[in-house]
C-alpha cells in the first residue's frame, strides 16, 4: 500500500499539482485512496454521472467514444477531470488496458483544492490544451486534409 509521502512525492510529479507547495499536497494526499483495476476493466463509461476523478500511478488507460480511440494515457496522466470539471456526463469510456493502479479523488476535496489553491486552474488548462492539440492531431479530417494538401 502507498503511503502518504509516497502519495505527496507522486502529486509534486503531476501536472496538474506540481506548482503546489510538498507541504499542501499532504493534504490532498490524506483525501486520495488508492484503487486497483485489472487488465480489461471499466474505469468509467461515456455518458454517465460521476464525482470523481483518478490519478494513475502505474499502467495504462485507452480512452474511446464511441468506435474511436481518442487517447492512452499513463503515469502520472489525469483522467475523470472533465465531469468535474463541467458537471456534465462522462464525455468518454476510459478502461484498463493493462493492470491500473490509481489515486481516487473525489468531486468535494477536489473542488476545496481548487479554490484554496488557485495553480491548480493552471494546470488544468495546460492538461485540457495538450488533449485538444492532441485529439484536433489525430480526427480523421485532420489526417484526410494532410494527404490532400500539398
Ligand atoms: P470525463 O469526461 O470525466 O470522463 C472521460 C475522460 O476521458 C475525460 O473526463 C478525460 O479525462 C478523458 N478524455 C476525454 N477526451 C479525451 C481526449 N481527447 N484525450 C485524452 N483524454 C480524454
Known sequence: MITTAEKVLFLKGIELFSAIPSADLVGVALVTEEVEHRAGEVLMREGEIANTLYLILEG??????GERVLAELGEREVVGEMALLDAAPRSATVSAATDVSTLEL???PFEQIMSDRPEIGRGIIKVL???LRTSSALTPEAVERRSTVG
Open 60 to 65: 495504462t488507460v485507452i480512452v474511446t467514444k
Open 106 to 108: 473525489h468531486r468535494d
Open 129 to 131: 490544451t495538450q488533449r
